[in-house]
């Protein structure tokens, strides 16, 4: 599963009732309040759905989710990992 931009932006106008005008890859989302901690849990639950990954615990920070940007780079990462691991290993 591909999680993009237009993903997120709509998640954030239609989940989350930001108004997504002008926000960029680089807006800052939380640092700027324009979603806050009460928000997060409906984003990551998004994250995780639209990626097919897990959000552990230790990755919930802003450098990984404080833009679309960021969100987006930490997705593909975090994909690109668990297809490493359930790939078979060569003996």
Not at 54 to 83: C, H, K, Q, S, Y
Request: proline fraction near 2%; aromatic fraction near 4%; charge should be negative.
């Amino acid at each position: 599963m591909a999680l993009n931009k237009d993903d997120l932006l709509a998640a954030l106008r239609d989940e989350l009732g930001v108004d997504t005008t002008g926000i960029d890859e680089e807006t800052s989302l939380f640092s700027s309040g324009l979603i806050d901690s009460f928000s997060l849990v409906t984003l990551i639950v998004f994250i995780e759905t639209k990626a097919g990954i897990r959000v552990e615990p230790m990755d919930v920070n802003l450098e990984n989710l404080d833009t679309i940007g960021r969100i987006l780079r930490f997705a593909n990462r975090a994909g690109d990992d668990a297809l490493a691991q359930s790939a078979p290993k060569s003996v």
